[in-house]
């Protein structure tokens, strides 16, 4: 069994609330084990077989079922974000400033993105390419009005991009 995470885009943000004991009784009623919400963001940890493609297929799918919306997920082995941590190309530690990965499920929309980053006031914000995610640093306070910001906000970008905190990013380490 592979150790995996699920990252659910648009839940507990806006209109699609779901609470973190009936996620984790979904999980674990489609067969997967040693399940864990962490935080009420949509960060689930468990253990499966089968491959990332397989499982969110099947995750999508309940979810969708379940709660009624249209579920975009990311499923990725525990491992692979362990590198998306260890990759962040930039200082965590600058006060006043925000960490994100936004994790890219189609590649021209990755390198799309990517190449936003000659567009972008540096004081403001700054991005680099990373494995399958766009590494983003904000200043406080600019994150929802930033440049980078309103370009992932589109709704081209919904089915194929969702963006976690470095902070939580380890936390699901």
């Known amino acids: 069994m592979t150790r995996y995470v699920a990252l659910l885009r ?4 806006g209109g699609v ?23 009420a963001s949509g ?18 799918h309940s979810l969708s079922d379940t709660f009624g ?9 525990q491992s692979y974000l ?4 260890e990759a962040y190309p930039f200082d965590e530690d600058v006060d006043g400033r925000h960490s994100y990965a936004v994790f890219v499920a189609d590649d021209s929309v990755l390198g799309e993105l990517a190449g936003l980053g000659n567009t972008l006031d540096p004081t403001v914000e700054q991005i680099a390419l990373g494995d399958g995610v766009v590494y983003w640093e904000v200043q406080k306070g600019a994150t929802i009005g930033s440049d980078f910001s309103k370009k992932i906000g589109a709704a081209r970008y919904k089915p194929v991009t969702t963006n976690r905190n470095m902070r939580t990013v380890r ?3």
């Not at 648009?10 to 943000?13: C, L, Y």
């Open 10 to 13: 648009g839940i507990n943000v």
């Open 17 to 39: 609330r779901i609470k973190m004991a009936d996620l984790a009784a979904l999980f674990t009623g489609i067969g997967l084990a040693n399940v864990r919400t962490v935080l």
């Open 43 to 60: 960060n689930v940890l468990f253990d499966a077989d089968g491959t990332a493609t397989d499982l969110k297929a099947r995750i999508e």
């Open 69 to 77: 919306y249209d579920a975009y997920v990311f499923v990725h082995p």
């Open 82 to 85: 362990s590198a998306v941590a």
């Open 171 to 173: 936390k699901l380490l």
